[in-house]
């Protein structure tokens, strides 16, 4: 155990090392010139000559990667290409945070959601109130955000005028319930898949029929004997949806206007702001591979049962 | 009279009579077969050319003419849907040939079998790609390709003094089908490894092994049949994503290039790539609705297929 964990842990820095060199590998092969990109239209041959030595891309393509390696593990990801004068670092934090931010309130929402109704469609499993549940948790499950955004906007912001359309404005700022409510209803639908397959399984194991047997109240079967064991799997959900703080809400912040990660990651994509694009894409690696782990651990410690190799 | 005793059926009978049994699964089948029959006949269906503009009937809402009115530009919807259907098509099945059946597949079953150096290096390949953010790299892959391999094509073009090849929009369809590989094989690639583990020292095989059967023989002939069923599911949940992906791509000018459609452009052309495209949702919801119920169709019967085909086949319920 302790050995598999230390494996892993000493895996994640090489696994990082190579995702820093494919990005690196991508910024180089890609299309367009940096010094472009910097200088715009004050573009010319003298002084390109010059920033290009003093920005050492004169040097191999193994060098420059070393030579980023070793400034980004102390957190320096360099200066972007656009932003004239900007850290990388300074321009994503504040940008890391919204997202952040979003996502936690997403994630609420879906497990405030979805858990109540996976619960439900478990304990009527045999009735027509669980295929119910699953059939209208997989219609949402597929709605696609370009119709949820527009929509909720129509209904709540413009005919019931109970919210602003669009913006940020932070946690307890009213603009923050369309976005959270349009990333939360996918994540609650897999939320109530989850928890209804998981509960039905424990429902169905001897220590449940047991219980029931020696005349336990079916509360205290429900609550105490079955809920707590189906809870496990919504763990593994909890580290993707902490992954997920980079992928996942890029369109949503998009379509409302959010400043977030997911706007700077199609801008910087755009604008060929390679600087950017990496620390997010390092980032982001980052965040997946420790969620993973965070996750199989969990698993361990939840359930005993579940060895890892 | 039938006979439904299932010791007495063989496997495919078997599993279509389970199918049959989930009503929702099968009308799924049916709405996905006709979303792909739409577009595999586009060119018979659709009733205008996807990129006809006529200018003196833009935004029009639906009437004889145009059975979902027109756009911005006066070209007729319901052609467009049809042509960006067959672009969904063209992209899922490029998906599932490339990514789950060469990928998936075969370095699962090679993986599975030999173990080993091959296994390891497979292995931390797909952990390496997997733990890419998959929207990013997908964005970032496409965007990267795009301008290198239209460099490539005009050259072959130059070169073989050929023209047509760049115009006929098999650059988007590259482009598309290389950013998505990572996303597709190694699910299905692991998955097919740990089935063949996990037969592959059966009873059957060991005989098969002893009596001198080759590799290749022991592989298609005793290995494969027993991952078809683990493949089909990947697969299944694997094209949604696919389809959703190329919307996705195209959405943010990545994907299929203008004029030609893609669903995902086609939303992009209602909300201008950013703002929620609130005003036409009132104004002319067909132009948003249309592209979005096809895509919303298309992910759910996935899903629905993907679950149904699970519960038959997943071993241990059997």
């Given at each position: 155990m302790l050995k598999y964990i230390f494996k892993r842990i000493i895996w994640m820095p090489v696994l990082l090392l190579?995702?820093?060199?494919?990005?690196?590998?991508?910024?180089?092969?890609?299309?367009?010139?940096?010094?472009?990109?910097?200088?715009?239209?004050?573009y010319d041959q003298e002084s390109a000559d010059r920033i290009r030595e003093k920005m050492g891309l004169n040097d191999p393509v193994v060098i420059q990667w070393l030579n980023y390696v070793r400034k980004a593990a102390v957190g320096d990801f360099g200066e972007s290409y656009v932003f004239?004068?900007?850290?990388?670092?300074?321009?994503?934090?504040?940008?890391?945070?919204?997202?952040?931010?979003?996502?936690?309130?997403?994630?609420v929402i879906a497990i405030a959601i979805g858990t109540p109704l996976g619960f439900y469609a478990a304990v009527h499993n045999g009735t027509v109130r669980d295929p119910i549940v699953v059939i209208f948790s997989l219609v949402f499950y597929a709605m696609p955000v370009f119709f949820t955004a527009p929509f909720l906007i129509l209904i709540f912001a413009l005919q019931l005028d109970l919210v602003p359309a669009a913006g940020w404005g932070g946690v307890f700022d009213k603009r923050i319930i369309l976005p959270a409510i349009t990333i939360g209803i996918p994540g609650a639908a897999v939320f109530v898949r989850l928890i209804r397959s998981s509960m039905i399984e424990v429902l169905d194991t001897d220590y449940v029929k047991l219980a029931r047997a020696k005349g336990v109240s079916e509360n205290k079967v429900l609550w105490k004997h079955a809920f707590r064991n189906a809870m496990l799997p919504v763990v593994t959900i909890m580290g993707f949806s902490l992954a997920g703080l980079f992928g996942g809400s890029l369109i949503v912040e998009i379509l409302f206007g959010i400043p977030g990660v997911g706007r700077i990651s199609l801008d910087s994509v755009y604008s060929r702001d390679y600087p950017v694009?990496?620390?997010?894409?390092?980032?982001?690696?980052?965040?997946?591979v420790v969620a993973n782990l965070i996750i199989d651990f969990l698993y361990t410690l939840v359930d005993p049962r579940i060895e890892l190799q | 009279m039938m006979d439904l005793n299932p010791k007495n059926l063989s496997a495919t009978r078997l599993f279509m009579i389970n199918f049959s049994r989930k009503k929702?699964?099968?009308?799924?089948?049916?709405?996905?077969?006709?979303?792909?029959?739409?577009?595999?006949?586009?060119?018979l269906l659709a009733p205008y050319d996807y990129s006809e503009t006529n200018l003196l009937k833009t935004q029009s809402p639906p009437d004889m003419e145009n059975l979902l009115g027109t756009d911005r530009l006066g070209r007729d919807i319901l052609s467009r849907v049809i042509?960006?259907?067959?672009?969904?098509?063209?992209?899922?099945?490029?998906?599932?040939?490339?990514?789950?059946?060469?990928?998936?597949?075969?370095?699962?079953?090679?993986?599975?079998y030999y173990r080993g150096l091959f296994d390891f290096v497979v292995?931390?390949?797909?952990?390496?790609?997997?733990?890419?953010?998959?929207?990013?790299?997908?964005i970032l892959l496409a965007a990267t390709l795009r301008p290198r391999i239209t460099k490539m094509f005009y050259s072959i073009e130059d070169n073989l003094n050929i023209s047509g090849l760049v115009s006929s929009g098999i650059i988007d369809y590259l482009v598309i089908g290389i950013a998505l590989l990572p996303l597709s094989w190694f699910g299905?690639?692991?998955?097919?490894?740990?089935?063949?583990?996990?037969?592959?020292?059966?009873?059957?095989?060991?005989?098969?092994?002893?009596?001198?059967?080759?590799?290749?023989?022991?592989?298609?002939r005793h290995i494969l049949p027993n991952v078809i069923a683990p493949?089909?599911?990947?697969?299944?949940?694997?094209?949604?994503?696919?389809?959703?992906s190329e919307v996705i791509l195209s959405f943010f000018g990545l994907g299929v290039q203008p004029p030609r459609p893609s669903l995902g452009a086609m939303l992009s052309d209602v909300s201008g790539r950013g703002g929620a495209s609130v005003s036409v949702l009132t104004n002319h919801p067909e132009q948003l609705l249309s592209p979005i119920i096809v895509i919303w169709i298309m992910i759910f019967c996935w899903n629905i297929i993907g679950d149904a085909l699970t519960d038959i086949l997943n071993p241990r319920k059997n």
């Open positions: 190579m995702v820093s060199l494919i990005v690196f590998f991508l910024g180089v092969y890609g299309p367009g010139d940096p010094i472009e990109v910097q200088l715009g239209n004050n004239k004068n900007r850290e990388v670092s300074e321009l994503l934090i504040p940008k890391l945070i919204v997202s952040a931010k979003l996502n936690i309130i997403s994630f694009i990496m620390a997010i894409v390092l980032l982001g690696s980052s965040a997946l | 929702l699964g099968v009308i799924c089948v049916i709405l996905v077969s006709i979303i792909y029959l739409v577009g595999i006949f586009a060119p042509w960006g259907i067959q672009t969904t098509v063209i992209v899922t099945i490029t998906g599932l040939l490339t990514g789950s059946l060469i990928l998936g597949l075969f370095l699962g079953l090679l993986a599975g292995m931390r390949t797909g952990e390496l790609v997997s733990s890419f953010p998959d929207i990013l790299l997908i299905t690639m692991r998955l097919i490894r740990a089935q063949v583990f996990s037969i592959r020292n059966v009873d059957y095989v060991q005989s098969a092994r002893t009596s001198g059967a080759s590799t290749l023989r022991i592989v298609t493949l089909v599911v990947t697969a299944t949940f694997g094209l949604g994503a696919v389809a959703l």
